[in-house]
């Protein structure tokens, strides 16, 4: 039990870690501070998947004592791991495009896009399995209870929807000024001039 513990705990803290700071991507002042931001979540989605991929592959060996602990964590894992891993990709290389001028504030587009439900979801809701694995490793949660496992997914549920719910707000505010910002640029020029 106290390797569970240990073990769940310092996964749910990086967790925790990647949506604190996928929540403060698309908050980012300048290009530079996008680009050093989603990096570091790079590294640190990077290597979440990689502990949760090497405890599976520990179990696959015959080494399975901690598979139990981050069962909780897998399938928000794999969600992590096919979609946002990707468009994390895509905002750093696109904020990487501005090294030259470090100071450029953040494009509205790159920040719509790190503001993105399918980015910043899969990493928060990993981040709430998290907690439930470490609360079921102290024992404070009995998963294995069915009515017990009910309520904790319907809290779960209805956590994951408030935060996807936000998440798509903010996107959309986001990407409603990344298109109205050429509209603005459009009718702000001088008559004949092209």
Do not use: C, K, N
């Not at 002042?29 to 990689?50: H, I, K």
């Not at 179990?59 to 598979?67: F, H, I, K, P, V």
């Not at 994390?88 to 501005?98: K, M, Q, S, Y």
């Not at 404070?140 to 779960?156: R, S």
């Amino acid at each position: 039990m106290g390797t569970d513990l240990a073990l769940t705990t310092v996964i749910a803290l990086a967790a925790l870690g990647a949506a604190g700071l996928v929540d403060l991507l698309p908050r980012a002042t300048t290009a530079a501070v996008l680009r050093r931001r989603a990096a570091r979540l790079q590294l640190l989605v990077g290597g979440l998947l990689a502990v949760l991929a090497a405890i599976g592959v520990a179990g696959l060996l015959g080494y399975g004592d901690l598979m139990p602990a981050v069962l909780p964590l897998w399938v928000p894992a794999l969600a992590v791991a096919v979609v946002s891993v990707r468009r994390l990709g895509r905002v750093r290389r696109g904020a990487a495009a501005f090294a030259t001028a470090p100071h450029t504030p953040a494009p509205p587009g790159l920040r719509a896009a790190a503001a993105h439900p399918l980015l910043a979801l899969p990493i928060q809701v990993i981040a709430l399995a998290g907690v439930a694995a470490v609360l079921a490793a102290a024992g404070l949660v009995a998963l294995t209870v069915p009515a017990v496992l009910g309520a904790v997914l319907t809290v779960a549920g209805l956590v994951v929807t408030g935060v996807g719910v936000r998440d798509a707000l903010r996107h959309s505010r986001l990407a409603e000024g990344a298109v109205a910002q050429p509209e603005r640029l459009r009718l702000a020029r001088p008559v004949g001039v092209l």
